[in-house]
């Protein structure tokens, strides 16, 4: 009989290894390995495009059709949007019991490039507008699902798909036991630079690959607030502010009359400043340095779109001394529902603690806040640099072996992520040394990826019909 995703299993504070590794063992009896290979919709199955309705129901109205458009475009972008949608199914499947924090939707394109606080390229998870505690096989599932997805895109067949999966899989399994044998330190000390992808890929990418990664190390350090103030600015009597670029980027200008726009700008920078007491003091010293320039309204990702997102242009010494930040809505995670309320009172405030315990080094501009809007409603934000040395994967123009050894840093990176505030040593006691866990999950991401292909059939046709609204944007 499989654990309940709510009901965790703990060894006490001050079991021993062994015990804690009895744990993870006899979860296995409760929850067999083979088991996460099952993945069969109930009969009661909610339809997938009310969830996505009930979501869009909270979001900004006119946004809402470039969701649904971004998301018919193809399997794996209805993926990127369903987090909620799998949580749903993955409520009641197998679980051991064991929990950690989860990113909430791991798919391979939220691991990424980004820079740390000494100016290190790293490699990490980078979005965590779902996290929460719950169990880690949500996490891995999702990931390995992702694979499976990407794979199909790229026209892999059978035995590739699962040699894939299987690496990603296997990766977890043996970082996650490299972790149970080691120091707590050491774990939260533990992570993946530049410097390790590169040697990584000279083991296992053939030169094309290694070329392609060492020119996306290349562009990810381009990527950064003077580039992005170069790309999305324009001089305005003589001042840079934001250009537009409707209905994607939006100027407050452009948005509100002018009574409105002065109000909201004044709430702006309360915003700010509120913020910057969630920083440690050097950082909020930091902060104050700049002043604000300019603000608009931005839509962001896939399965974000629609949610309240703003970007703020801040200049320091001069007008070539840019900070962008991004204010972005944070809403219940989708796992709420299946794994019980955060914490936290205030989501922004969820998803930064989620992010600093999850990543191995975060944005020292990372931090949250409340806001009360013009329709009365309190909604809560985390804010962010916009573009701080991020290098996002292409999955469409990678081969067999690039996508493989690419799904093999996101299971290790994933296994650290987990070790650092779950149980690594039940954990890794449950994987076990063998395959049976590699094996089940790669039966069940191929029937999983079959689910998500229906339900973005479903959705391509909700909009062919008219039942859900859909805005192509020019370009796209």
Not at 349 to 359: H, N, P, S, Y
Not at 443 to 467: I, K, S
Request: net charge positive; with cysteine; aromatic share 6%.
């Amino acid at each position: 009989m499989s654990q309940s995703a709510t009901t965790a299993m703990r060894a006490a504070p001050d079991s021993t290894p062994q015990e804690r590794a009895a744990l993870g063992k006899e979860a296995r009896r409760r929850s067999p390995r083979s088991g996460h290979a099952v993945y069969e919709p109930s009969a009661d199955r909610p339809d997938p495009l009310a969830i996505l309705e009930a979501q869009s129901a909270a979001r900004v109205p006119e946004l809402v059709p470039i969701r649904y458009s971004r998301m018919s475009e193809s399997p794996f972008r209805f993926y990127r949007g369903a987090a909620a949608i799998m949580a749903s199914d993955l409520a009641g499947s197998p679980a051991s019991g064991i929990t950690a924090q989860l990113c909430g939707d791991a798919h391979l394109l939220n691991f990424r490039l980004l820079a740390s606080p000494e100016r290190r390229l790293m490699f990490d998870i980078n979005d965590f507008d779902e996290t929460l505690p719950g169990p880690w096989e949500w996490d891995v599932k999702r990931l390995s699902t992702s694979l499976v997805i990407a794979a199909r895109a790229n026209g892999l067949d059978d035995a590739e798909r699962a040699r894939i999966v299987r690496t990603a899989v296997r990766a977890y399994r043996e970082a996650m036991a490299g972790f149970a044998d080691t120091g707590n330190l050491d774990v939260w000390y533990a992570s993946l630079d530049a410097d390790r992808l590169e040697v990584l890929a000279t083991e296992q990418l053939r030169k094309r690959g290694q070329r392609k990664l060492a020119g996306s190390l290349e562009k990810a350090r381009s990527r950064d607030s003077l580039q992005v103030f170069d790309k999305l600015t324009e001089l305005v009597d003589g001042r840079p502010r934001i250009a537009a670029d409707p209905p994607l980027l939006v100027p407050i200008s452009d948005l509100l009359p002018d009574r409105e726009r002065k109000a909201l700008v004044r709430q702006f920078r309360g915003l700010l400043e509120h913020y910057g007491r969630t920083l440690s003091t050097d950082r909020r010293a930091l902060l104050e340095d700049y002043r604000l320039a300019d603000v608009a309204r931005k839509v962001v990702g896939v399965g974000s779109v629609g949610t309240r997102c703003w970007i703020f242009l801040l200049l320091g010494r001069d007008g070539r001394d840019p900070l962008f930040l991004q204010a972005k809505e944070a809403d219940t995670s989708v796992l709420a529902e299946h794994v019980g309320a955060s914490r936290y009172r205030n989501q922004g405030e969820r998803v930064v603690a989620g992010q600093r315990l999850m990543q191995a080094t975060s944005d020292i501009f990372l931090g949250w806040q409340r806001v009360d809007g013009f329709d009365g409603r309190q909604r809560d934000f985390y804010v962010r640099q916009l573009r701080d040395w991020k290098g996002i994967a292409m999955p469409e123009t990678m081969s067999p072996r690039q996508l493989a050894a690419f799904g093999d840093v996101c299971g290790s990176t994933l296994a650290r992520a987990h070790a650092r505030s779950g149980d690594r040593i039940a954990i890794a006691a449950y994987l076990g040394r063998g395959e049976a866990f590699d094996r089940a999950l790669v039966t069940f991401a191929e029937a999983y990826a079959d689910q998500n292909e229906r339900d973005h059939q479903a959705l391509v046709d909700a909009v062919r019909t008219g039942r859900l609204p859909a805005q192509e944007l020019p370009g796209a």
